[in-house]
Antibody, heavy 114, light 107 residues
Framework: QVHLVQSGAEVKKPGASVKVSCKALANTGWFFHWVRQAPGQGLEWMGWIDPNTGASGYAQKFQGRVTMTRDPSISTAYMEVNRLTSDDTAVYYC?????????WGQGTLVTVSS | DVQMAQSPSSLSASVGERVTITCRASQGISDYLAWYQQKPGKVPRLLIYRISTLHSGVPSRFSGSGSGTDFTLTISSLQPEDVATYYCQKYDRVPLTFGGGTKVEIK
């Protein structure tokens, strides 16, 4: 069974950057998707990355401020958010296409506070 | 981009009652529509994919239907453990937009 394991919680100051990792315990080559959920809010899709080629795409809202990368040698994807504001306080998830199954990381809480 | 409008945003129903949640896409999305259940503080759980295919281990009281732009999640007999927020998601092409969510409570 494929599992996704994310890095731990982060506390950042406004204007800083944060980089969250997501390790796949099995190297399937499937795309990684990133989803975030602000406190008390719904799920918000952020973008995707192909671990094979490094190709990525972002929701319009995040273009220019979010960068997704990967290290195929360790089956890990990364999602970096720059110029953090309090509105970026959220749980960030990595996940797979739902057509492949129910594969979600455990979530990473990012808190932005001065 | 295709938008996903989910309704209602919340509902309250009695145990054993039939519950229906609707998701409407602003354009056709073929059959690439999934439903998730999320309990407070938990990771979303996949219930249904390809509009109506039940994910492994999901109780049969959950069902999905629809086509084109209009989709429905039905809980045939609401149980206390079904208290949660439910989300639809399109996954035909990026962006993989979610609906706004429906919070289901017991009356």
């Amino acid at each position: 069974q494929v599992h996704l394991v994310q890095s731990g919680a982060e506390v950042k100051k406004p204007g800083a950057s944060v980089k969250v990792s997501c390790k796949a315990l099995a190297n399937t080559g499937w795309f990684f998707h990133w989803v975030r959920q602000a406190p008390g809010q719904g799920l918000e899709w952020m973008g995707w990355i192909d671990p094979n080629t490094g190709a990525s795409g972002y929701a319009q809202k995040f273009q220019g401020r979010v960068t997704m990368t990967r290290d195929p040698s360790i089956s890990t994807a990364y999602m970096e958010v720059n110029r953090l504001t309090s509105d970026d306080t959220a749980v960030y998830y990595c996940a797979r296409d739902p057509g492949l199954g129910d594969y979600w990381g455990q979530g990473t809480l990012v808190t932005v506070s001065s | 981009d295709v938008q996903m409008a989910q309704s209602p945003s919340s509902l309250s129903a009695s145990v054993g009652e039939r519950v229906t949640i609707t998701c409407r896409a602003s354009q056709g999305i073929s059959d690439y529509l999934a439903w998730y259940q999320q309990k407070p503080g938990k990771v979303p759980r996949l219930l249904i994919y390809r509009i109506s295919t039940l994910h492994s281990g999901v109780p049969s009281r959950f069902s999905g239907s629809g086509s084109g732009t209009d989709f429905t999640l039905t809980i045939s007999s609401l149980q206390p453990e079904d208290v949660a927020t439910y989300y639809c998601q399109k996954y035909d092409r990026v962006p993989l937009t979610f609906g706004g969510g429906t919070k289901v409570e017991i009356k």
